[in-house]
């Protein structure tokens, strides 16, 4: 069956780093994107970036263009994603998702268990 | 920028009744368009896709309609497991795609 195990939770102080694993099982890595989705507490889902496994491109939210980036790597099946000069706002459940469809995008079948970041000084 | 407006926010519903949840973008999104559903602690879980299109697993009694800019989840006849707080998001022309605000069914 399909898996997503994400890494565990973090504490962060602002102006920090964190990234953020995915191992992924049960199905073939390289022709599924992975996107990352955040969501801060009692807020709506907030979709964050793309990659697609097979061609290494991605795509990125614009109010995020230049903190985070995402990767996969396809020897180990896992995705990545790393943001930077970490806020308070910043603090929140981040998820890694794979898409429904082999080389589609946008709709997000399988769900990691999710990451929980804490920006705190 | 896109808008996702989902409504009502709240609604309280009795099991066995029917329930009627609404989601508007400000521009439009063809079929591009997804319901999930989340309960707390929980991920969310997609439900349906293309608009309409029911996800495996997900039980009959869950719906979609619409296309453009105007879409409707609507579930049949609640059971327990179905209290939740359920979010439309589009995946029309990204990045970004965006997610609604989320209605919360509550038990009445």
């Known amino acids: 069956q399909v898996q997503l195990v994400q890494s565990g939770n973090e504490v962060k102080k602002p102006g920090a780093s964190v990234k953020v694993s995915c191992k992924t099982s049960g199905y073939t890595f390289y022709d599924y994107g992975i996107d990352w989705v955040r969501q801060a507490p009692g807020q709506g889902p907030e979709w964050m970036g793309w990659?697609?496994?097979?061609?290494?491109?991605?795509k990125y939210a614009q109010k995020l263009q230049g903190r985070v980036t995402v990767t996969a790597d396809t020897s180990t099946n896992t995705a990545y994603m790393e943001l930077r000069s970490l806020t308070s706002d910043d603090t929140a459940m981040y998820y890694c998702?794979?898409?429904?469809?082999?080389?589609?995008?946008?709709?997000?079948?399988?769900w990691g268990q999710g990451t929980l970041i804490t920006v705190s000084s | 920028e896109m808008v996702m407006t989902q409504s009502p926010a709240t609604l309280s519903v009795s099991p066995g009744e029917g329930a009627t949840l609404s989601c508007r973008t400000s521009?439009?999104?063809?079929?591009?368009l997804a319901w999930y559903q989340q309960k707390p602690g929980q991920a969310p879980r997609l439900l349906i896709y293309s608009a309409s299109s029911r996800a495996t697993g997900t039980p009959a009694r869950f719906s979609g309609s619409g296309s453009g800019t105007e879409f409707t989840l609507t579930i049949s006849s609640l059971q327990s497991e179905d209290f939740a707080v359920y979010y439309c998001?589009?995946?029309?022309?990204?990045?970004?795609?965006?997610f609604g605000q989320g209605t919360k069914v509550e038990m009445k």
């Open positions: 990659i697609g496994p097979y061609n290494g491109n991605t």
């Open positions: 521009q439009s999104v063809g079929t591009n």
């Open positions: 998001q589009h995946y029309n022309n990204w990045p970004p795609w965006m």
């Open positions: 998702v794979r898409e429904r469809r082999a080389y589609g995008a946008g709709v997000f079948s399988y």
